[in-house]
């Protein structure tokens, strides 16, 4: 069975950090670009970031460029975001993700990451 | 980058009608187009790929057409457990986009 699982999310206060983790079970991992994807409350789905398989590429929507990165580790079928400098807006909840050009649909059940002082 | 406006926003139906929402990007993107449905506190789920392929064990109610840049989700009979929120995904360039999302409730 295919499982993603998000960890990671809480409260932080603004421009503070955290990490969050996603680990990939029951399909080839380290085939699959990897994908974060946030909704914050009450509103739409936003794209967040992408990693390719290897990690060659790397994509960031502007409003979180410079302040979060991405990666992974295929050895660990682990995918991980790291958020620094987080504002209000980033509250969320946060979605690990497969791969949107593949025939499989991977999402894992979300984190919520709250920024409030 | 590519700017999905999907429409309407939000629409009332009843069971069994047909119901149509359409999502038209900013510029070309082949058929790099998903179709998503959430429901309150779920994760989404994919309906479609590739803008007309229906994702294994979605029911055959749910079609997608399009290439370039008009697409349309269809739901040819709509049922009760279909109320929910859709959204569009290109995936054809960075950053990916999502259409504004279309509500689809009960009348």
């Known amino acids: 069975e295919v499982q993603l699982v998000e960890s990671g999310g809480g409260l932080v206060k603004p421009g503070g950090s955290l990490r969050l983790s996603c680990a990939a079970s029951?399909?080839?991992?380290?085939?699959?670009?990897m994908n974060w994807v946030r909704q914050a409350p009450g509103k739409g789905l936003e794209w967040v970031s992408s990693?390719?398989?290897?990690?060659?590429?790397?994509y960031y929507a502007d409003s979180v460029k410079g302040r979060f990165t991405i990666s992974r580790d295929n050895a660990k079928n682990s995918l991980y975001l790291q958020m620094n400098s987080l504002r209000a807006e980033d509250t969320a909840v946060y979605y690990c993700?497969?791969?949107?050009?593949?025939?499989?649909?991977?999402w894992g059940q979300g984190t919520l990451v709250t920024v409030s002082s | 980058d590519i700017q999905m406006t999907q429409s309407p926003s939000s629409l009332s139906a009843s069971v069994g009608d047909r119901v149509t929402i359409t999502c038209r990007a900013s510029?070309?993107?082949?058929?790099?187009l998903g179709w998503y449905q959430q429901k309150p506190g779920k994760a989404p789920k994919r309906l479609i790929y590739?803008?007309?392929s229906l994702q294994s064990g979605v029911p055959s109610r749910f079609s997608g057409s399009g290439s370039g840049t008009e697409f349309t989700l269809t739901i040819s009979s709509l049922q009760p457990e279909d109320f929910a929120t859709y959204y569009c995904?290109?995936?054809?360039?960075?950053?990916?986009?999502f259409g504004g999302g279309t509500k689809v409730e009960i009348k």
């Open positions: 993700a497969g791969e949107p050009a593949a025939m499989v649909d991977y």
């Open positions: 029951g399909f080839t991992f380290s085939s699959y670009s």
């Open positions: 990693i390719s398989s290897s990690s060659s590429y790397i």
């Open positions: 510029q070309g993107i082949r058929n790099d």
């Open positions: 590739a803008a007309s």
């Open positions: 995904l290109q995936h054809n360039s960075y950053p990916h986009t």
